[in-house]
Nanobody
Framework: QVRLVESGGGLVQAGGSLRISCAASGLTFSNYAMAWFRQAPGKEREFVAAISWSADTTYYADVVQGQFTISRDNAKNTVYLQMNSLKPEDTAVYYC???????????????????????WGQGTQVTVSS
């Protein structure tokens, strides 16, 4: 069974940093593009960042570009999201998602769409206090 398990969330003060992780099992991790989405209270789930199966391409939502960094360690079957300069508006449940590798063109066009990702984790809560 495919499982994606997020960890590393918690409470952090504004301006602080946090790194959350997503450990994958039940799939050949290196064959999957990975992404992070988040959902704040009362808001729809939104795209945060994505990384290709080979880690040669990354994408970020405009609002987090320069603030967050996505990375992956295929040897550990884990994708990370390094979050710096956190703001209260970053408070959300953060979800990781996996999509079997596709063409660069399709990934470029659809990396930020929830429907592209077949597998999802349970989410980890990140709360930023002001």
């Amino acid at each position: 069974q495919v499982r994606l398990v997020e960890s590393g969330g918690g409470l952090v003060q504004a301006g602080g940093s946090l790194r959350i992780s997503c450990a994958a099992s039940g799939l050949t991790f290196s064959n999957y593009a990975m992404a992070w989405f988040r959902q704040a209270p009362g808001k729809e789930r939104e795209f945060v960042a994505a990384i290709s199966w080979s880690a040669d391409t990354t994408y970020y939502a405009d609002v987090v570009q320069g603030q967050f960094t996505i990375s992956r360690d295929n040897a550990k079957n884990t994708v990370y999201l390094q979050m710096n300069s956190l703001k209260p508006e970053d408070t959300a449940v953060y979800y990781c998602a996996a999509r079997y590798r596709t063409t660069a063109s399709r990934f470029h066009s659809r990396h930020d769409l929830e429907g592209e990702y077949a597998y999802w984790g349970q989410g980890t809560q990140v709360t930023v206090s002001s």
